[in-house]
């Protein structure tokens, strides 16, 4: 079941970002600043954190308008806990947030990774879920390590008709 997060899933949501196994520790401690400043309400009210739930969290993402532009969003953070990878789930939360976009009416949905081998499956999940590679930014996070920035196009909403 896909719905949005709440302060009692502040801990799970760190949980899950450190057992994906992407970030090092001072990533994940600005990360655990990020679900802080989310839940105290101090990202405004267009961040969005979902939370995929199965007797537990088991996938979240989060989402965020693109400051001084007009309809543009990014996913900062798409994950699911490795022993449920492999069963549709990450495939369902990046559906729910291009959906919930849609319906707003919103443009683009832009995702930054890492060029590294280790996320070679990363970015094959983004450019089987329909996404462009738009962008790489050489040793962005460090020597060696570049920035690939995925984009998809939203569809426009179809209008109701009487």
């Known amino acids: ?14 949980a899950l970002a450190e057992a ?14 990020i679900v802080t400043d989310y839940f ?3 990202l405004g ?34 994950g699911v806990h490795p022993i449920r990878q492999g069963q549709g789930r990450g495939g369902a939360l ?6 919930t976009l849609t319906t ?5 949905l832009l995702v930054e990774t890492s060029g590294l081998e280790s996320f070679a499956q990363t970015r094959a999940f983004y450019l089987k879920n329909g996404y462009d590679k738009e ?3 050489r040793d962005f ?11 998809k196009v939203l569809p426009i909403p179809q209008k109701a008709r009487i």
């Open 104 to 108: 707003r009416g919103e443009r683009l």
């Open 45 to 78: 009210s267009d961040h969005c954190w979902i939370c995929d739930d199965d007797a537990g969290l088991v996938g979240a993402a989060y989402f965020a308008p693109e400051m001084m532009a007009e309809g543009t969003w990014n996913l900062y953070f798409i």
């Open 1 to 14: 079941m896909i719905r949005p997060a709440t302060p009692a899933d502040a801990i799970s949501l760190i």
């Open 20 to 33: 994906t196994g992407i970030f090092q520790a001072d990533d994940l401690a600005a990360f655990g600043g």
């Open 135 to 137: 962008a790489r930014i």
């Open 40 to 42: 105290a309400g101090n």
């Open 94 to 99: 990046l559906r729910y947030v291009e959906e």
């Open 141 to 151: 996070y460090s020597a060696g390590n570049d920035m690939i920035v995925f984009r």
